[in-house]
């Protein structure tokens, strides 16, 4: 019989609907029960593309002697931590300080108020790893509660004095300076892995922040040692089985440290962040491998994670038919049925499969050489190569799709569409690809009117429901996307827009108390502490992307306000990004724009004319990520706009002009191509 999850909109709190758990979603109901009946929380949060959380449920959840365990000892609370990182943030702390270590499944246990006095990860069903087997823990934890109160009392109390001390900001009065950057430098370069590309060993995180940072360093004329790290990075990662070579898109992460063998799911974040980086390493480089992955990747996103209304979906799972990365792996014969013996042969050759397979007996599909180093080897004229896995390609992405599916969590939240938002408004205008532009408009229109009722910023949506009061992350990440849609477009509504969700941002985190954003605002439960995440994970937190984000309006709108919001968190942070680098990428992102007298690019004309679309191509061909870009059709509009960049801006001689600024002095307009890139370059 269906437990009360099976009203939840969440595919992750969906799997666990007929469970014989008395799941709840987190709400009044589930603790008012526990404070009635004054049973401890046994509190379970994961997500849909999690292959542990996926184990536990099968030993524990799905145990009909375990279940009964928990129906009686506990009030037992599943959360979907994409829907709710405030709770995933407090109670990952809790665990993180009562066992070093954290991750998912995660359990908690809580008083009836919510205060955490013991936690974990994933258990087994029986006592083995080291871990005590499920069932053992739950007797134990409430004989404990029920027998041991006093010592619950100060567990709890000692842990909520402590929790919420890693989110403070310190004041910091010193000025923010290059310094920062050149200090960030040498500690990632000195954890880089010079062998096999990005930092540390197994598992291996793509870490596309920290990589940006490079690439800006690069940029700078700082060090050009910068670039062969991220060179080696981006290529290593875009041969090895991170990088599905049939679909494109990248899975989460690589359980070796040579980028071979993935962690399977897919992470829309992810994907955004690293088809932002191959089209920045494209523009800096010209090497057309960057825009082919950048490209693929997008691709791989219109044609499987986006949804009619224009939402981009979440997460792809690991496993399918119960089995880890079975849909994406390949024998010799499956490949020779599809392909011929000939090609097959050339195919299977190029792409590393054997019948021993690199996993479990199968072969994940990974590039082991440069295509004309492995045609020159073998003999084959390298159109020949080329084609025959361009057809390849296309002809095994065709058989792949008759297997069963791994599952898609279709799910829309807005913080990580703002993301992909960005990465199509980016690609659609440097590239001049008017589909990704098309998808960008799409998507910014479904957030706009479908998540955003009433001004408010929504923060999940899925099957015409949309609901959750946004975070600080739905807001700036939104916001971002909207200004990059803006500097895509011109089209004045997407930064309208922009500004209006940054003004609701301040006006619903912002705390001067603190001096800066706090995740949730007065509309979200109120949990044992207010979470603040100050630090860049696998994305950017959301207090990094909203200071990033109020730098560039600051520019564009002549608002002072929002330069000074930027401005005090990157100070009170300043020692914490020199020192650790890997956990700050996107605040250093923001640094360096802080700190670099951002030009401000102005483009006059109709966006028909060709003369506009080659000024165009000039200033989005290049990676310069301290700029801002405005626009208007001619000086009538401009004037309209009400931006301070655009006042007293026409077209010379009636041609498409182009305007540069920086650190308060203008050049003289122009209005060729060639003399523009002089000026951005310059």
Not at 61 to 78: R, W
Not at 538 to 556: E, R, W, Y
């Amino acid at each position: 019989m269906p437990n009360r999850l099976s009203n939840e909109t969440s595919p992750y709190l969906l799997q666990h609907a007929n469970n014989p758990v008395d799941w709840y979603p987190w709400g009044d109901e589930a603790l008012q029960r526990a404070k009635d009946e004054d049973k401890p929380i046994l509190l379970s949060i994961g997500y849909s593309a999690c292959h542990w959380c996926h184990v536990m449920e099968r030993e524990s959840f799905e145990n009909e002697a375990i279940a009964g365990l928990m129906n009686e000892h506990f009030v037992s609370i599943k959360v979907d931590r994409e829907e709710r990182p405030d709770l995933d943030a407090v109670y990952m702390e809790a665990v993180q300080m009562l066992t070093g270590s954290g991750g998912w499944p995660m359990t908690v246990f809580l008083t009836p108020d919510g205060r955490p006095f013991y936690g974990g990860t994933y258990f087994p069903p029986v006592d083995r790893f080291n871990m005590p087997g499920f069932p053992r823990l739950l007797e134990s934890v409430s004989r404990q509660y029920r027998e041991n109160r006093d010592e619950i009392d100060r567990v709890t109390s000692q842990l909520t004095e402590q929790m919420g001390r890693a989110g403070q900001m310190p004041k910091g009065d010193s000025p923010v300076t290059v310094e920062t950057l050149h200090q960030a430098y040498s500690a990632l370069a000195t954890n880089f892995d010079y062998q096999n590309g990005g930092t540390g060993t197994a598992p291996k995180f793509p870490q596309a922040m920290n990589l940006e940072v490079l690439l800006r360093y690069y940029t700078h004329g700082y060090n050009d040692r910068a670039l062969e790290m991220v060179d080696l990075t981006l290529e290593k990662m875009a041969r090895g089985g991170i990088y599905d070579q049939i679909a494109g898109g990248f899975a989460r992460y690589s359980t070796d440290a040579y980028w071979l063998v993935p962690h399977f799911e897919k992470m829309l974040y992810d994907n955004a962040l690293l088809a932002r980086l191959y089209l920045h390493a494209h523009q800096a480089t010209g090497r057309g491998m960057y825009r082919r992955i950048a490209e693929e990747t997008l691709d791989y996103i219109l044609r499987e994670m986006t949804g009619p209304e224009g939402g981009f979906y979440s997460a792809t799972d690991a496993d399918s038919e119960g089995e880890e990365g079975k849909f994406f792996v390949w024998s010799p014969d499956e490949i020779e049925a599809v392909l011929g013996k000939e090609e097959a042969g050339i195919f299977s050759g190029f792409f590393g499969v054997t019948e021993g397979g690199n996993f479990e007996g199968k072969n994940i599909l990974n590039i082991t050489q440069k295509a004309s180093e492995y045609a020159q080897k073998h003999g084959i004229a390298l159109d020949r190569l080329v084609d025959v896995v361009l057809r390849g390609k296309t002809a095994l992405l065709a058989e792949r799709e008759k297997r069963i599916h791994p599952l898609l969590d279709d799910k829309v939240l807005a913080s990580w569409n703002g993301m992909m938002l960005r990465s199509f408004a980016e690609a659609g205008a440097a590239l001049e690809r008017r589909d990704y532009l098309d998808a960008a408009i799409k998507n910014a229109n479904f957030l706009l009117e479908t998540m955003r009722p009433d001004g408010k910023l929504l923060r999940s949506y899925r099957e015409g429901q949309a609901k959750l009061p946004g975070f600080l992350e739905d807001y700036s990440f939104v916001a971002d996307g909207l200004l990059a849609l803006y500097e895509a477009t011109f089209d004045q509504r997407w930064l309208t827009e922009s500004i209006s969700l940054a003004d609701r941002m301040i006006k619903l985190f912002w705390d001067d108390g603190v001096g800066g954003f706090y995740d949730t605002s007065a509309e979200h439960d109120q949990l044992v502490v207010r979470p603040r995440d100050v630090l860049d994970n696998a994305q950017p937190c959301g207090g990094s992307v909203a200071t990033d984000v109020l730098l560039k309006l600051a520019v564009i709108t002549g608002k002072e306000e929002y330069r000074l919001k930027a401005a005090t968190p990157l100070r009170a942070l300043r020692e914490m990004m020199g020192r650790a680098p890997a956990g700050t990428g996107h605040w250093l992102a923001a640094l360096d724009f802080y700190v670099s007298s951002p030009k401000e690019v102005v483009i006059i004309g109709p966006r028909d004319d060709s003369a506009t679309t080659a000024l165009l191509r000039t200033v989005h061909g290049g990676f310069r990520p301290n700029q801002v870009l405005v626009g208007a059709q001619d000086a009538d509009s401009a004037g309209d706009h009400g931006l301070p960049l655009l006042e007293g801006r026409g077209m010379v001689d009636g041609k498409p002009t182009a305007y540069v600024c920086q650190n308060y002095a203008c050049q003289l307009p122009v209005t060729t191509p060639e003399d523009l890139a002089a000026q951005l370059e310059g």
